[in-house]
């Protein structure tokens, strides 16, 4: 994997854009915290921001939050592109950390430059 990252941050670079990790290997007692926080029903602070249409006790059934991520398995990590002379990131469609149909590659709403930009890389 870290062979494969490699190349496709050199190809990238030659289009002075670059890998910008968000999230990586996270271990289950964070992967814990995380499902506690979405058992609480209540504490919807930050729902406008990062899952506007989805209600929080769906966030299990929708497949936005499970009790196992490949997160702690070392195979998952969230990333974005960022564009290196503006240091600005590219546009994928969502946030980071949104839950919510827009994050999905094949959405409907994302335009085709968002779309090859995912299929890419």
Known sequence: MLLFLKNVQ????????SILFYDGYRPQVAVN??????KILNDTINKRAFYP???????????YISSQSGHS?????????VDMIT???L????PY????IESHPFH??????????????
């Open 108 to 121: 409907k709403n994302i335009n085709e430059h968002q779309q090859l930009l995912g299929d890419s890389y």
């Open 10 to 17: 050199n190809e990238l670079l030659q289009e002075n854009l």
């Open 53 to 63: 249409a989805v209600k929080k006790q769906h966030l299990f059934q929708e497949g």
């Open 73 to 81: 398995r070392g195979s998952t990590m969230d990333i974005t592109l």
């Open 91 to 94: 546009d994928m469609g969502s």
């Open 87 to 89: 240091c600005e990131l």
């Open 33 to 38: 915290h995380f499902v506690r926080w979405a």
């Open 97 to 100: 950390d949104f839950f919510g």
